[in-house]
Nanobody, 122 residues
Framework: VQLQASGGGLVQAGGSLRLSCAGSGFTFSRYVMGWFRQSPGKEREFVASITWNGAITDYADSVKGRFTISRDNAKNTVYLQMISLKPEDTAVYYC????????????????YGQGTQVTVSS
């Protein structure tokens, strides 16, 4: 399983970014995908997840209404559209896949890729 996240960068508060994560080495269309983030000195936390067919999404309360997770199974890619960014969104963002087909991805169960840094300046 390989997951490659991209799209991070430096943005001003109120700005937008779209993260992408390309998966390979597994049947992408059968896996729940998620985004997690970790800020310096803090535990990694859940951000959003999406089921294998895109039918169901879930979000952390802190990002509801501002972040949107989506996927394109034809491209083996999951996205995280982020708007109205806040300085507290600054973190390394990781995409993850469930450790088995059709199972949830959690902090303790899943395959994680390398992260991409998002920095929001005030």
């Amino acid at each position: 399983v390989q997951l490659q996240a991209s799209g991070g960068g430096l943005v001003q508060a109120g700005g937008s970014l779209r993260l992408s994560c390309a998966g390979s080495g597994f049947t992408f269309s059968r896996y729940v995908m998620g985004w997690f983030r970790q800020s310096p000195g803090k535990e990694r936390e859940f951000v959003a997840s999406i089921t294998w067919n895109g039918a169901i999404t879930d979000y952390a309360d802190s990002v509801k209404g501002r972040f949107t997770i989506s996927r394109d199974n034809a491209k083996n890619t999951v996205y995280l559209q982020m708007i109205s960014l806040k300085p507290e969104d600054t973190a390394v963002y990781y995409c993850a896949a469930g450790n088995r087909p059709f199972t949830p991805v959690t902090l303790n169960n899943g395959y994680y890729g390398q992260g991409t840094q998002v920095t929001v300046s005030s």
